[in-house]
């Protein structure tokens, strides 16, 4: 199978088209995006990335999964990470929570934006927080505030 072909069909007009491009690809996920992550080599821009972070999207859990594993090894460099992880959705609330709890705090940091961005009513008290500076948490709707929804992290 040529990765081309599901390219094409990912970003087509009909949605059973591109659901079967998915479903063809997370199949392959093992093989095909450590391979697509390879090819990142000396990629320095957002736009440049934009066809794998296709990929990647429809994908899910295991693109995330290999995006992680690639970085642990330097095969990404960790702008390219940030960007590519910023992409997944629900599917990997469990990849983005596992991140988080990531001692290294260059690491950490992209889980927490992830998990927030998946689901940031899961934000409360027993929250961990790691880092430095200020971070605005209000309840969905709510514009953020000086001080009502601001924590000292």
Same mark, same amino acid.
């Given at each position: 199978m040529k990765i081309e072909f599901l390219l094409e069909d990912l970003e087509s007009d009909d949605p059973a088209r591109v659901e079967a491009a998915a479903a063809r690809l997370a199949g392959q996920a093992d093989s095909v995006v450590p391979a697509l992550l390879r090819g990142l080599a000396g990629v320095q821009r957002t736009a440049d990335?934009?066809?794998?972070? =296709?990929?990647l999207?429809?994908?899910g859990p295991p693109a995330?999964? &290999?995006v992680? /594993? /690639?970085w =642990?090894?330097?095969e990404v460099t960790d702008w390219q990470a940030g960007r590519l992880l910023g992409v997944f959705d629900e599917r990997s609330a469990d990849q983005y929570a596992a991140l988080a709890a990531d001692p290294d705090h260059s690491r950490s940091g992209n889980g927490f934006r992830g998990y927030l961005s998946v689901d940031p009513d899961e934000v409360g008290p027993d929250t961990e927080v790691r880092g430095h500076g200020w971070l605005a948490l209000t &309840?969905? =709707?709510v514009g953020h505030g000086a001080f009502p929804g601001t924590l000292r992290i």
């Open positions: 990335l934009e066809p794998v972070i =296709g990929v999207r429809h994908t995330c999964d &290999a992680l /594993a /690639a =642990g090894r330097k &309840a969905p =709707g």
